[in-house]
Structures are given as C-alpha cells and as structure tokens.
C-alpha cells in the first residue's frame, strides 16, 4: 500500500538505490478546508475517536506481522525497528581527539575567497526548479545546491553554487567517506562548505519552498544579540505538565487536526491549547523552525486518512500567531527544508546516515534540540515562511518506519538522557554512542558524528561552551506577571479521508463526497454587514465543504482575516484570489444575502459557467435609450467603449449572446461560479474595464456574455427561489431545502445564523451538531 510523499529512501550504504523521485523535499498533498472548525472543536470528539480506531488498527497489523515479516517486506505495516541492543557486534566507544584536528581550507574551488554570513544549503536531484529560482534572489543569502548522483552533469543556476560529486570530493572533509551518493543527506558536506565560507547562519531549505514574501529577515529573528531582541518576550510552552515530553506546534497556529510528521502518534490526540504560556527573552532561539503553507511537513499516517484520490493539500496556518518557545524537557519535531540554524546550532545540523531519508532529519531534530539544552538554547517555532506546492508522488509507508515505531521511545530516552562529559562535542558523542546503543541509529552514525565534529573543527568552527543548567527540571516558579494567554484560531482544517467505511454513517458519507465534489473550490464571500458577528459562522457552514473561504467586506479586519473589497466593483478584486490559489479548480462567488445549498449543486458541470441567467427576476434587460434613465445609460455607454476594444473573440461572443444593442443586460451577481479554465478570461476583461466605473451588477453579466454563449452556461441556478419583494424578517416559508439557492436571507448576527442552520439541516442533517 502506497502513500503519497516527495521524500525517496536513504540507505545505509552509498550503492542501495533511492526511489526514482528524490530531493530535499517531504512529503503530501492537500487543502486547506474539510471539516473545518466544525471537525476542529465541535466533532473534535469523533476525530479522535476516528483517529484512534485507525491507529490501533494499525497497531494490531503490526503486532501480527512483525513475528513473521522481515525488513525487506513490502507489506504496509510489517516493519520493525532496530533493536534495542547490539548483540551482534559489541559497539566500541570512540576516543577522538578534538584537540589536534588539522585545518581544511578551500584551495582548489572557484570560490576559494568567497564568504557570507548567511546561506541557504538545499539539495539537488533535477534541474532547477521554479522556486529554486526565485531562491536564488533571495537578497543577502547566498544559495548552495548539493548534487547526489541523480542530479543531471549539466546543472547550472546563476546566483547559485554548486557543489556536484565531483567538487564534494575535493574538499577534503571526512564525512565525505559515510555518505551515500544517491540521497539528500549530503546536504551535510553543503553545511561544512558553508561554515567553511564565513557562514554565521544557514537556513536549512529545499528546492520546493517558496518565501512567502520573498524575504527571510521578515520571518526569522537574524540578530540574536541585539538590545531588542535580547530584551524581547516570547511566549513559551510551560511546563506545567511535568509529563509532557513533545508538542504538536500546529495547534497553536489554528491547525488542531493537523500533525506534524515526527510527532509520536500517541500524542497526535492531544488538541488542547495551552491555558497560559511563559513569557520568555528572546535571544537563545538557536534554532528556529517555520511552518509551511500548501504542504505542510505532514506524515504518511495523515495522508492515509485525510487524502482523497489524487487531490492536492492546500493547508493554511495563522500567520499572525506568535512564535513560541519551547522549554527544557520538551521537544518538537523538526526539518530539513524550512529551519534556520545559527552558529551556536551548527553542530545540529548533521543529517543520520543509517536510517531512512523521512526520518533522518526528524532523528536529527529530536537529537540536536536534546544537545542544545546543555549549551542554553532552544527551539522557537515561527508562523508559516514558506509556501510548498503539493506534488503527487507514491512512496510506501515503510519509508517512515523509523519515525512510527521509534520515536516515542527516542523522546523519553532523549529527555532522561544524562551526561558527565566536560565539553560539548563530548557531549555529542556520548549521545550518539547511547542512542547506538539503544537502537535508534547505527554504530554507522556514531562513527560519523565523530567524523562531523572533526570537520567542524577543521573548517574553523568554535565549539560553544556548555551552561550551567539543571537539565530536565520545570525551572523556577513563574510568576503570574510572566505568563500570557493566547487562544489560538481554529482554521478550517482538511476532511478525514474515509468514504466507505461501516463506522462512518450515511450523512458523514454525503459530507465526504460533497467535499470530494467541491474541495477544490475556492468559495468567495461578499458580507455586507457587520463582519464581527458573522465572518466566523460563514467559514464554520461553508468551510465543511470547499477548499477555503475568502470573506470579502466594506471594511478589513485582519483578526478575522477578512479582506477589504467595494461590492460595486467587487470583480475588480477577484483577480487577486484568483492569483493566490492557483491550483484551485473553479471559484464560487455568493453574497451573504444569499443562501446557498451546496447539496444539490453536486450534478453541476464544474466546466461551465454558472450564473442566474436562467432566473428572470435576477437577470433582466433594461433600454438604454430612454431619457430619464441616466444612470443606465451611461453604464452602457461604458460596456459600449469596453466590448470596443474587446479583441475579436470576446466581441463576436458578447454580440451573439446580446438580444439588442440598445438594450443592457443587468444581473445582480449574488452568486456565479468562474471555472478554472476562463479564469484567465475573466482577469483579461476586469483589465480592459480599466479605470471605468462599471458596476458589479453590468460587469459580470458582460463578462459571462464576452466568455460563452448563455446557451453554454450550466443552468444549475435555474430552480433557486428568487422573491426580491420580500423584504421583511426570514421566515421558513421562504426557505427550501430542495433549491440550490434562497434570495433573499438575511444573517447578521447568531440568532439568525442558528435559525439558518435549523432550515439548512433539512438538506444537510449534520449541521445540527453545530446548534
């Protein structure tokens, strides 16, 4: 059984084969939206208990299969982990000496004299990619591609330095004898290179990620020594539950239901946020790891109940939640594509030789922040840096074995752990020879760690010096004035892929197939009334079903992400959306004067135009050439001088579908649907309306007119109830569950929203469980 992921195998010899599709990259694909906040908080219960099922059914196949299934086994599930003692080959304590370590300079590369203080080290197994590029003008880093032997002899990428087989092995470093050459983990001779070359940080990428914004500075804290920074407060994990050993930091940036790969499976349940964080200074956050929007690092356990076919992930965090700190004693998992490393952490960024490529960075993480505690630092875990497009490739399960028998065990090993060593890189060690010991890794990695730290030392890096710290204990009592309260968001999160199932019942069943049907659909929203009592009930109804939900309103308000638009030209700003989700299959404009019943849009082409047209009373004609119709007259006038300069298709197709040329088609727009494929029409007819004043109500009937023949359109609003003579307070008279749409309805504050679920449970018997 397969899983999709973008990470191939890693082996523990430079001749055993990767999967074909290999980079720096992870892993799994998705959206933004399925159940939304309503499987976030209100059915939190049900996913859980979902959840559960699924894992100790997993846990059941493995326990069967482990006795008679050996490690070459294909078979999802039948894989074990290493044992928790070498009996074979008694592993031998290495004694090297740190003090007689001779240089290693960079004599013979072209960029023998070149330095920075800031690199970007990714690996490299095809040619460069787009957000490769656009990495490339990152300002003030320097990028440097790491080639294995699948990245094409020809690989080039100005602005970039690359490292092939070939320069790696003239540099002269000893990692270079353990590494094998077919997978992403040489990025460790790029991290040498780097410090080799005056490196003060290394942001630690892939060529998959692109900056949002396009600047690192705005995301990370660069300067940790600062007056300002030193002075900052962060808000930290506290460690109240003395118990609590690892955190799932996706909660915190509104994802509950979403975890991170790495994090124990035991732990994937734990949703709650944090009654109260310690606030923090800010400047020994030497590692600091991002979020990623689109594809997040996700693992194959999610993809396995979250994936449906061969959609993509389109997972979004809050971007304006605080970073947070994590304490001694508590760890997160981290990765090799969005994490930036300062000096006093480079001795984290080995990347483990003897287990798989999904685990080797995890392994890594958990490692290194357990060695960072001895020199002070810590972890502080940023709002979303990147964006990952979701590409769709198949790897089995078993590629992630390590990480889903081991790492639980690795953690309260980790957190135990204790050392008398004297200094740090015998420290480091000392770690690597226990964790040989207990099975996590290979004498393999011991005998590279040895390796690792020599380089260091001989391309010039500073060993830091240990802290005075009582490793392991909650710290002092924290005073009320130093803690903070954060109530994190709960973001529409991504449906719990499961379509046939005898646990699951018949509405769940209709829930799925109808975010099947529209979960790449991006759901635009017009609120024309006060945003504060109704944005975040809008999300909670229609979230449930499409990719994501844009509100769109008179006013900003960036706490509920709801973004600033005029309704009278309001198509001048879908263009922007558009743009923003380019992978989306079609987008749904509605006003929030109109309800709409996303059950019996299902047999709707997804192809075609859908507007009300077919809807009399929403779609009128009106003449032009009466006097006392000014307004009309001149908005014509206007639609006259566009369709002019309109080029020939658009023009012969607004012709055909007009039934006069002195008359003005009108359409009050509260609900139509643009595919994917006339997006690119519809952005190129708001750019030939210009600086016009055109309203919504003319723009969008003109558009739909310009891009096809009416008699193309799918006609999926014919039968919606239209009454704009009734004026007067809702009332379920009006309201038919078997229409696809009700004009008009009115919701502007709770009350009414709870009334309008009442009515819409008819169609959709699970919104009940939102009352």
Known sequence: MLVQQDRSTNT????????????????????????????????????????????????????????????????????????????????????????????????????????????????????????????????GWQVLAVGNSKTPSDWSLKGAIFLSLEDQANLGFRVLDHLPYDSYVRKSAGYLFAIQHGAKMIFDGDDRGEIIGGDLSKHFDLKLSNVDVMQERILQYNRKNANRSVVNPYVHFGQRSVWPRGLPLENVGEVWHEEFYNLVFGGMQYVQQGLSNGLPDVDSFFYFTRKLGSESFDIRFDGHAPKVALPQGVMVPLNSFNTLFHYNAFWGLMLPVSVSSMASDVLRGYWAQRILWEVGGNVVVYPPTLYREDKIEAYPFVEEKDLHVNVGRLIKFLVSWR??????????????????????????DVKFTVAWLEDLLAVGYSQPRLKAVAVGEAGTTISHADLKEFVPQKLPSVHLGVEESEMVNYEIGNLVRWKKNFGNIVLIMFVSGSVEGTSLEWRLL??????????????????????QASLDEVYKYLPKIFDRF??????????????????????????????????????????TNVKDSMWFSKQADMVKKVVSTMPVHFQVTYK?????????????????????????????????????????????????????????????????????????????NSYSAQVPAIYPWTVSNEVEFLELIRLMAAGDPLLMELV
């Open 542 to 563: 229609y979230g449930r079903i499409f990719k994501t939900v844009v509100i769109l309103s008179e006013k900003a308000n960036e706490d509920l992400a709801v973004e």
């Open 582 to 623: 380019t992978t989306a299959e079609g987008f749904l404009f509605l006003q929030d004067n109109t309800v709409l019943n996303y059950w019996n849009l299902h047999q709707a082409d997804k192809s075609k135009l859908w507007i009300t047209n077919k809807v009399p009373q929403s779609w009128i004609t009106v003449p």
């Open 12 to 139: 523990t010899s430079k001749k055993h084969k990767l999967s074909d599709h290999f980079s720096d990259n992870h892993h799994h694909h998705q959206q933004n939206l399925g159940f939304s906040k309503w499987l976030s908080s209100i059915n939190l219960i049900k996913l859980a208990a979902i959840s559960i099922l699924t894992f100790t059914i997993a846990a059941l196949f493995f326990f069967l299969h482990s006795a008679t299934s050996d490690d070459s086994s294909p078979t999802f599930f039948c894989f074990k982990s290493h044992s928790n003692k070498n009996h074979h080959f008694p592993l031998h304590f290495p004694k090297p000496n740190f003090n007689s370590i001779k240089p290693i300079s960079d004599k013979s590369s072209p960029y023998s004299s070149f330095t920075s203080d800031r690199w970007i080290v990714v690996s490299v197994s095809d040619y460069p990619s787009d957000p490769l590029r656009k990495l490339v003008r990152t300002k």
């Open 419 to 444: 050392s008398d060593k004297g200094k740090l890189f015998e420290k480091i060690v000392d770690l690597s020879f226990s964790m040989a010991k207990e099975g996590f890794w290979t004498e393999q």
């Open 656 to 732: 055909a579908s007009s039934t006069s040329k002195h008359t003005l088609a009108i359409c009050n727009s509260e609900v139509f649907y643009v595919p994917r494929r006339f997006v690119g029409d519809f952005v190129d007819l708001v750019g030939l309306v210009g600086n016009f004043k055109m309203h919504h109500k003319v723009a969008i009937p003109m558009f739909f007119m310009a891009m096809d023949l009416p008699q193309q359109f799918d006609f999926v609003f014919s039968k919606m109830v239209y009454k704009p003579e009734v004026l007067s307070a809702n009332s379920s």
